[in-house]
Every structure is written in C-alpha cells, then in structure tokens.
C-alpha cells in the first residue's frame, strides 16, 4: 500500500497478531521510517530497543496485565463509546484490548521508543520529540501490512518495566510497540465529526470551511 492518505485512515490499532516471525528487513524499513521524523532542535535523543526476548517480553507483560486489571479493565467496563464508534466496536476494542494484554509478550518482535534524558526531567518537549517517530512507525508498519498498537500502559509500573527491559539510567520509554503480522484485516478508523473539534479565530465558531 502506497498512498498516504488510505494508509492514515486504516491506520488502526492491531491488537490480534500472529507469532509469525517478522523479517527484519520490515522491522529495518519501520525504523528507518521513524528516524525520518521531527524532533526538537534535530537532536534525535531518540532510542529504539527491539525486543525479541520472550522472557523479557513476558516480565513486562506481567505489568502491563495487573494495570490492565487494577486501572484500564475496570475504564472500559464502565465508560461510554468514543466519538464515531459505536457501541458494538467500542465492545469489539474491548475485547481486542483484553486479547492484547494476554498475548502482548507473543508479539514477534516489540519496538520500544525511549529518549535519552540523561540527567534532565521529562517534560512535553520529550514527548513531542518521540512521538512524531512512533506514529511514522505505525504508519510504515502499515503500509508494509505489519499490525501495531502504539501502547503506554506499561507506564502506569514504570519503573518495574524498565527494570525488566535494563533500561539504563537517564533512559526512558515512551511507548512499546508490539509489531506482527494481523490476524484479522485492516480497516477505517473510528472517529468523530471534524466540525465538532475544529473552531475558526473564536473557540467554539466552526470554521466555516466545513460546512
Ligand atoms: C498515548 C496512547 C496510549 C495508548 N496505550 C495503549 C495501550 O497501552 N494498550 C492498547 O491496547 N492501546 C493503547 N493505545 C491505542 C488506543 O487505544 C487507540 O489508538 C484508540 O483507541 C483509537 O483506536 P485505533 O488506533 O484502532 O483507531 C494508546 C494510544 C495512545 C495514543
């Protein structure tokens, strides 16, 4: 797949993957694809750690499967569909959400993008300095027919994850991202209306255009 804008719009979370090995050609590309991206002042404090380690991978599936059920379980049990989802594919994420905290350590191979802060804090400025990076990779993940979920729940035991994973000192992760060939098909994101978060020189004035 080559045009760019059918890619963003089929770039949705793929939580059902096969163990199938990936090619690390693909993984390469995916890299490449996320080196490519903005960053503060280009200085690319950016570091991805590949994981294939299943001993690894399950250490921190453990984490990310006890906030699953301390935090994020209980959320979707109780909140209401998004905008642009229906109740049947909000239950249908559901689902695909529980399936990826069980098998999240089978995924073939994980991307973890990190930053190094050294002796700085975190602030937002990290943050948009990686996560440009991440969602080129979500996208040339796609566009190779590779399935990825950006995730952070991990961050919720921060700290016992990027033990499991020897991240060291001044190393942070931002998100994981497990990497797959799908099991189910691609297909349109869900979202809401661009009149109902798009306002033109007054908040809350839709921006005529869109009308
Ligand atoms: C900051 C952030 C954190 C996320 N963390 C997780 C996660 O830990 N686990 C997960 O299954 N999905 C995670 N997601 C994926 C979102 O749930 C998903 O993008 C959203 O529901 C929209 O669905 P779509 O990507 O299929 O269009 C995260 C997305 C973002 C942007």
Redesign the pocket.
Known sequence: MDDLFEIMQT???M?RLKPDPVPDELIRKILEAGACAANGGNTQRWRFLIIKDGEIKQAVQMW?KRAFEEV?GPRYATSAP?PGVSPERYKR?HS??EY??EHYHEAPVWIVACIDEGTARPTRWSGASIYPAVQNMLLAARALGLGC??????LLYERETEAAMGLPEGVHSY?ILPIGYPMGRFGP???GKLSDIVFQDKWGQPYRALN
């Open positions: 770039t949705r979370s939580r990310y994020v998004p994420q695909a959400v990826l905290t979920t950006l995730t952070t729940r991990h998100a994101v869900g979202r």
